[in-house]
Nanobody
Framework: QVQLVESGGGLVQAGDSLRLSCLAS????????VGWFRQAPGEDRDFVAA????????YYADSVKGRFTIDRDNRKNTGYLDMNSLKPEDTAVYYC?????????????????WGQGTQVTVSS
């Protein structure tokens, strides 16, 4: 069984930056694609960014493109989401997830392991 633990969330002001981390237990992290999703109150869990198992390819939601950067360090079993120029509309619980599917990207159903989430709140 794989456990994912997100960290790095918090309360920041608009324009600030945060770095989220996703630490995975077990040995499969380096063989899985990593995705970040977010869920605001009363909303669906939406795709934010994804990275292939090798780190060669990244994908972003249009709403975060140019502001967020996804990365990973397979030696540390850790995924990252660097968030810059944060806006109040970025406020949500952020989740990391792992997938082995070629259809992973923004498709929530293709991810089989999920973390518990970390809260990000951006004040105006």
């Amino acid at each position: 069984q794989v456990q994912l633990v997100e960290s790095g969330g918090g309360l920041v002001q608009a324009g600030d930056s945060l770095r989220l981390s996703c630490l995975a237990s077990g040995r499969i992290f380096s063989l899985r694609h990593v995705g970040w999703f977010r869920q605001a109150p009363g909303e669906d869990r939406d795709f934010v960014a994804a990275i292939t198992w090798s780190g060669d390819h990244t994908y972003y939601a249009d709403s975060v493109k140019g502001r967020f950067t996804i990365d990973r360090d397979n030696r540390k079993n850790t995924g990252y989401l660097d968030m810059n120029s944060l806006k109040p509309e970025d406020t949500a619980v952020y989740y990391c997830a792992l997938s082995r599917s070629v259809l992973f990207r923004s498709n929530r159903d293709e991810y089989d392991f999920w973390g518990q989430g970390t809260q990000v709140t951006v004040s105006s």
